[in-house]
């Protein structure tokens, strides 16, 4: 039986007092499943120091260098000294804005788990690539150089199917949509270590919401959900963690 993780991604919203009043509301109401939040850089050490102990940190991205000369960089080092548990890695708003291909994804994936970071690797498809039946090879391509450098490793992995046209769209994928694309996931570390695909986690991203994560979150194959503008209200995002049961 796979837990339930709920993640919070802030993106770049935020302020002191929000961390403050969105923390709070979470050790205040505890939620009964796993639950990670991820705040811009500026805030996590403020995060990490209210965060009780219902709730993990983590950051939204890190560096693919361990250290060095890299101005604005934040290394992966420094994330797990601030107590940091968690990094996203491979958000499709880095690979569309910032370039990152999938050997960047895969160092930044490779630096995090060197320094005991549990990274969560998010994939998904364009609405472009879905529409020409693309969606499938889009997610294999995502998933190979990473399952192909990490070997092993990426049994510490946690997945993250987030179609691109849903994302901040309001548009989510039907249940059934997101059910197909996280077996399809699941296959794709199937064929390298039956164990590891049924252990993996797969968590569900773009427009979640508490109207439809317990639609998603019934799903077999959709264990939690990584959460971007409905985690910036703290009722919204205790009713979405109260779906994943
Ligand atoms: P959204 O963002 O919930 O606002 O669609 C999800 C994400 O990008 O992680």
Not at 17 to 33: E, I, S, V, W, Y
Not at 167 to 187: E, L, N
């Amino acid at each position: 039986m796979r837990p339930k993780l709920v993640a919070a991604n802030w993106k770049m919203h935020g302020s002191r007092a929000m961390t403050a009043q969105l923390l709070g509301a979470l050790r205040d109401r505890p939620p009964r499943c796993e639950v990670a939040v991820f705040p811009p850089f500026p805030y996590l050490a403020q995060a990490v120091e209210l965060a009780g102990q219902a709730v993990s940190i983590g950051a939204q991205d890190v560096s693919a260098h361990a250290q060095g000369a890299y101005t604005g960089e934040v290394s992966a080092a420094m994330l797990a000294d601030f107590g940091a548990r968690w990094v996203l890695v491979g958000h499709s708003e880095r690979r569309q804005y910032h370039h990152e291909d999938d050997v960047l994804v895969t160092a930044k994936l490779e630096r995090a788990l060197e320094q005991g970071l549990s990274p969560i690797l998010c994939v998904g498809e364009t609405l472009a690539e879905r529409e020409r039946g693309e969606a499938e090879v889009v997610l294999a391509r995502q998933l190979a150089t990473p399952l192909h450098l990490l070997g092993e490793r990426a049994a510490d992995l946690t997945i993250a199917y987030e179609p691109v046209w849903a994302i901040g769209t309001g548009r989510t994928a039907t249940a059934a949509q997101a059910q197909d694309a996280h077996a399809f996931i699941r296959s794709q570390f199937a064929a390298r270590d039956a164990k590891l695909s049924r252990l993996i986690r797969v968590l569900y991203g773009g427009s979640v919401k508490a109207a439809n994560a317990a639609d998603l979150f019934s799903q077999p194959d959709v264990d939690g959900g990584l959460v971007g503008g409905a985690a910036l209200d703290a009722d919204e995002f205790l009713a979405i963690c109260a779906a994943a049961r």
